[in-house]
């Protein structure tokens, strides 16, 4: 690291950039919501919530991806489907779906959290807001999305889609299925937010960085790791008390990779009017809500403007000049197969300029 002076810095160890990491994810949190804070409707939003049953959780822990896959599309297929009912709205809405897997405890919890458009984009243009004070009646809404993962679960079954359990057989599965499809299934359509940031901001906290932040871990110590949870009311609603609870650290460790998803596996995803494809009618919904048109290039924030906004600014600054410090090298070492040695590659940044002699040489004036 150096400024544009060259006076140098002691070397700042790469970041391990896994998915599940809290503090490598900080910047692409951060990025993320500025995007989403910039593309959001200037609207009311719902924030709904579809659980599905625990007795589904031998399917899900063998077919992950497809069970997330059929999960984002049975509960936006639901609701896209009934508002764009006339009963209801009569309007495509906008959507924003997250994926989590885990409870307060880290247990196996699968879940989908849904932000919801609160008004939607006629046919013929204007914008139409929800009719009524509640999105959607609770029990049509569970009952339409109960009946439709069921549906898909099926269909995945015939077509031999379909990982099964090792103690379980095909007749095993259609029997499940028909049986969580005569119980009540956890639907919530929670309360009504002027503006969907409040909502997005909560997303944004799991993109990525895994299930459980570092501000919720207390100690380690016998073997143990301590955390805070919320703690329930009877009724099942968090109320925002905290207790501490621990966990044997192999256990914490393997609740915490259960629920690193697959490379390359998105878990947050927008669908209707908030989609990413061009044939998304954003801009059109903007139009009709009197917003302006989205900016070309999306907001970006670099990691010092990150560090600046957590009390961090100075570390990013050259403690002789003052100037921002710029990463003119990267060292990566790398283990190849042929050698249980450990080597470097080293990779100029900021267009290939090359430090000082003194510096290169291994002159070590001025660093902190």
């Not at 951060?30 to 049953?53: A, I, M, N």
């Not at 302006?292 to 990013?316: F, H, I, K, N, Y």
Request: hydrophobic share 35%.
């Amino acid at each position: 690291m150096a400024c544009r002076g060259w006076l140098p810095r002691s070397e700042e160890y790469n970041s391990c950039r896994h998915r599940a990491c809290p503090q490598c994810a900080s910047l692409e949190r951060e990025r993320w919501l500025l995007q989403w804070k910039e593309q959001l409707l200037d609207c009311s939003h719902y924030h709904t919530v579809f659980t599905t049953p625990h007795d589904l959780s031998p399917l899900w822990r063998f077919n992950k991806r497809l069970f997330a896959n059929l999960l984002f599309a049975a509960a936006t297929w639901s609701l896209e489907e009934l508002l764009s009912d006339e009963r209801y709205l009569g309007a495509k809405i906008g959507m924003l779906a997250a994926l989590h897997t885990w409870s307060q405890t880290l247990a196996e919890h699968v879940h989908l959290h849904i932000l919801v458009t609160a008004g939607g984009l006629t046919a013929d243009g204007p914008w139409r807001a929800v009719k009524k004070s509640c999105l959607l009646p609770r029990e049509v809404l569970m009952r339409v999305f109960r009946g439709r993962f069921r549906k898909l679960l099926l269909r995945a079954l015939e077509r031999g889609a379909l990982e099964l359990p090792p103690n379980m057989t095909e007749a095993g599965v259609r029997s499940l299925l028909n049986r969580v499809g005569r119980v009540t299934w956890n639907v919530k359509i929670l309360e009504r937010y002027d503006h969907g940031v409040g909502v997005a901001t909560y997303l944004a906290r799991y993109l990525k960085g895994g299930p459980i932040g570092n501000g919720r871990l207390v100690s380690l110590r016998d073997g143990r790791v301590y955390f805070r949870q919320r703690v329930s009311s009877s009724g099942g609603e968090a109320r925002g008390r905290r207790a501490v609870t621990s966990l044997p650290v192999d256990e914490f460790q393997r609740r915490l990779l259960e629920h690193v998803p697959p490379k390359g596996f998105h878990t947050v995803r927008g669908y209707g009017l908030y989609s990413s494809n061009r044939h998304s009618r954003l801009p059109a919904a903007r139009a009709a809500l009197g917003q302006a048109p989205l900016a070309e290039q999306p907001p970006q924030v670099d990691w010092q403007t990150l560090c600046a906004s957590m009390g961090r600014g100075a570390a990013a600054c050259c403690p002789v000049c003052g100037e921002r410090l710029e990463c003119f090298r990267v060292t990566i070492s790398v283990r190849p197969s042929h050698s249980p040695g450990s080597h470097s590659l080293e990779r100029p940044l900021l267009g290939g300029r090359s430090p000082p002699t003194s510096l290169a040489a291994g002159d070590q004036r001025g660093v902190a």
